[in-house]
């Protein structure tokens, strides 16, 4: 299984950046999918989800409606579209799997799956 994080980069404060993760070795179609962030000298934290038909989405309130996550399941992949970006958005961010099961959609530990990380840097 792979999950390959793209799109990351540098933007000015109040910018836009989207953000792609594409899966492989998995069926995509069965995985609730996921964005984390870790911020400079923070601990990892919750972005957004989208269930596995991507019918139920959630945001973490520091990015919401700022932040829209969307998946295309014919092309295995899931997207973070980031609008209005701030300069306490920088972080590295992942992108994560989970098959489902009892823990929240906002926790780590429903994920078995995650990419190695895309860097995205935001400047004032």
């Known amino acids: 299984v792979q999950l390959q994080a793209s799109g990351g980069g540098l933007v000015q404060a109040g910018g836009s950046l989207r953000i792609s993760c594409a899966a492989s070795?998995?069926?995509?179609?069965?995985?609730?999918m996921a964005w984390f962030r870790q911020g400079p000298g923070k601990e990892r934290e919750f972005v957004s989800s989208?269930?596995?038909?991507?019918?139920?989405?959630k945001y973490a309130d520091s990015v919401q409606g700022r932040f829209t996550i969307s998946r295309d399941n014919p092309k295995n992949t899931v997207y973070l579209q980031m609008d209005t970006l701030k300069p306490e958005d920088t972080a590295v961010y992942y992108c994560?799997?989970?098959?489902?099961?009892?823990?929240?959609?906002?926790?780590?530990?429903?994920?078995?799956?995650w990419g190695q990380g895309t860097q995205v840097t935001v400047s004032s």
């Open positions: 994560a799997g989970g098959a489902g099961g009892s823990y929240s959609f906002t926790t780590p530990t429903r994920y078995g799956y």
């Open positions: 070795g998995l069926a995509f179609g069965l995985y609730d």
């Open positions: 989208i269930s596995r038909s991507g019918r139920i989405t």
